[in-house]
């Protein structure tokens, strides 16, 4: 049974930097042939993919969050990482991790999300 934990502050100023970590359990991010993705859900929103990572190491971000927001991985903590600079009250939301098959809102595995709120 593949698990993922995410992890990080609950509360950020604008402008500030977010920082978010996912565990992984019962998987591997080297070796599995899948993606590992962050996405979101805000308020009044659909869920919004991120950006991923391969098990190559490719990452790979949301073309609108393209100058904001780094994906990487510790492979051998077997952690995930996002990174998302410039935070607005309307990045407020519950962050996910998931593995998928492709890149994007679909997963076989998401973890319980954690809540990013943005203070002006």
């Known amino acids: 049974q593949v698990q993922l934990q995410e992890s990080g502050p609950g509360l950020v100023k604008a402008s500030q930097t977010l920082s978010l970590t996912c565990t992984v359990s019962g998987g591997s991010i080297g070796a599995d042939d899948y993606y590992w993705n962050w996405i979101r859900q805000s308020p009044g929103k659909g869920l919004e993919w991120l950006g991923g990572?391969?098990?190559?190491?490719?990452?790979y971000v949301n073309l609108s969050l393209q100058k904001r927001a780094a994906i990487s991985r510790n492979a051998a903590r077997n952690q995930l990482n996002l990174q998302l600079s410039a935070m607005a009250p309307e990045d407020t939301g519950v962050y996910y991790c998931?593995?998928?098959?492709?890149?994007?809102?679909?997963?076989?595995?998401r973890g319980q999300g954690t809540q990013v709120t943005v203070s002006s």
């Open positions: 990572i391969g098990k190559n190491g490719n990452d």
């Open positions: 998931t593995r998928s098959a492709t890149l994007g809102t679909q997963y076989h595995y």
